[in-house]
């Protein structure tokens, strides 16, 4: 499982509704709206990407 960086929800990432990459790193979220808002400001949510990709 992974949780998604903008709401924090956990998602299984097979059935995310979306995801992208950054820096490398792939996140997924539990809607389009998150993705978008983590397109815009990605190191607003980024403040530990351990926590953020639940790895």
Avoid: H, I, N, W
């Avoid at 990459?21 to 403040?47: I, N, W």
């Amino acid at each position: 499982m992974a949780r998604d960086p903008v709401c924090r929800m956990t998602v299984e990432p097979a059935k995310a509704a979306a995801q992208s990459t950054y820096k490398g790193q792939t996140y997924y979220f539990c809607a389009v709206g998150c993705k978008q808002a983590f397109d815009r400001e990605p190191e607003k949510y980024l403040g530990d990407a351990t926590r953020a990709t639940g790895r």
